[in-house]
């Protein structure tokens, strides 16, 4: 995809999940990897509904920023999935309200914080492994998503957000919903004897579509 098309195309998605209220304000970040290698990365303080594509920072394949403003306090997390995750082609961070609010809830487990509700989470996202609170922008979040040595493509910050890395920008997005889907069911029902998918089931998804599930 050439760049032009690819900023177009970021800010498109953005604005798309800006519109159906999954982030608000100027909270949340995007970015994609370009066919050179490079990064194009949503810029600091700016809102998902009113992305520029002029404006995107645009970072080398050596990783410094050669163009367009100042990018996302968050770059450590996004910069972490790229370095971990071969296949990883774009990064998307929210604050979609359903899921910090279920980050402010015990967790039953921490590394497998979603619970397998329906087949499409463990299919777009596997395992979520939630992390303890950061200062947003601390460094620190990247050396987290770092400890993980790839093996997560979503992670849930408590009290903040969820990130997610996908092979492209539209199927990052598309995880990302499944995950605040997911967490809303799983406020809508908590309390509730629920019958989420049992351990052979989960194990059946993960063989079908090739799940990493360690």
């Not at 920072?57 to 990018?71: I, L």
Request: hydrophobic fraction near 45%; glycine fraction near 10%.
């Amino acid at each position: 995809m050439s760049e032009a098309r690819l900023r177009e195309e970021l800010c498109a998605i953005a604005a798309d999940l800006f519109g159906r209220g999954l982030t608000h304000g100027s909270t949340g970040n995007i970015s994609a990897r370009t066919e050179d290698g490079g990064l194009l990365v949503s810029p600091t303080g700016s809102s998902f509904g009113r992305l520029d594509p002029a404006r995107l920072a645009r970072f080398d394949a050596d990783g410094r920023h050669v163009d367009g403003d100042a990018p996302t306090k968050e770059m450590p997390l996004h910069a972490a999935f790229y370095e971990t995750r071969a296949g990883a082609g774009a990064v998307v961070h929210l604050h979609s309200c359903h899921s910090v609010a279920l980050s402010l809830l015990p967790a039953e487990d921490e590394g497998n914080w979603l619970p397998p509700l329906t087949p499409y989470s463990v299919m777009q996202l596997g395992k979520v492994r939630l992390l303890p609170y950061f200062l947003p922008g601390d460094p620190a979040m990247g050396d987290a998503v770092r400890g993980l040595a790839g093996r997560r493509s979503a992670v849930m910050l408590a009290n903040h957000g969820p990130v997610v890395a996908g092979k492209n920008a539209q199927s990052a997005a598309n995880a990302i919903e499944e995950l605040e889907a997911t967490a809303r069911l799983a406020l809508l029902t908590r309390g509730m004897p629920v019958r989420a998918l049992d351990d052979a089931q989960v194990a059946q998804v993960v063989e079908r579509f090739d799940v990493q599930w360690d």
